[in-house]
């Protein structure tokens, strides 16, 4: 069994997941680059019962594009995002890829928001797109 570890940039809120991600995906959507800081949001997507949470987060809740809600985790010490669950899909829990700091994770097999993605971005070629 495949285990990895993503935390916070002080390690005071962590998460360890089993197995593989569902899906990695980035996103180019606007509340995705603020929230990163970034031009995109890269993210995977695991089944909730395959995290174990550890440390205490504070949470925001993030009202989308489409009117979809999203419950982001944080550490109230250093302010990094370790995951966030969006409502209907309570089954599942996201994490920011840059939490796990491992450059052997998986790549995005998915694409959101391409619209607003910056022009000097470059995607893998077998990626999934979604305008």
Do not use: N
């Not at 695991?46 to 489409?66: K, M, N």
């Not at 700091?101 to 077998?126: K, N």
């Amino acid at each position: 069994m495949t285990y990895r570890i993503a935390s916070c940039s002080c390690g005071q809120l962590s998460a360890k997941v089993s197995g593989e991600p569902i899906r990695v995906s980035v996103c180019h959507c606007h509340a995705c680059q603020r929230r990163t800081g970034s031009v995109f949001g890269a993210q995977a997507r695991f089944a909730r019962e395959a995290v174990e949470i550890s440390g205490e987060g504070t949470a925001y809740v993030r009202v989308g594009d489409e009117g979809g809600r999203a419950r982001f985790t944080f550490c109230p010490v250093c302010g990094a995002t370790v995951y966030f669950a969006a409502e209907g899909r309570e089954d599942s829990i996201v994490i920011p890829v840059g939490a796990f700091a491992e450059s052997s994770f998986p790549p995005p097999t998915f694409s959101v928001y391409e619209e607003r993605m910056h022009p000097w971005v470059s995607l893998p070629e077998d990626i999934e797109h979604m305008a």
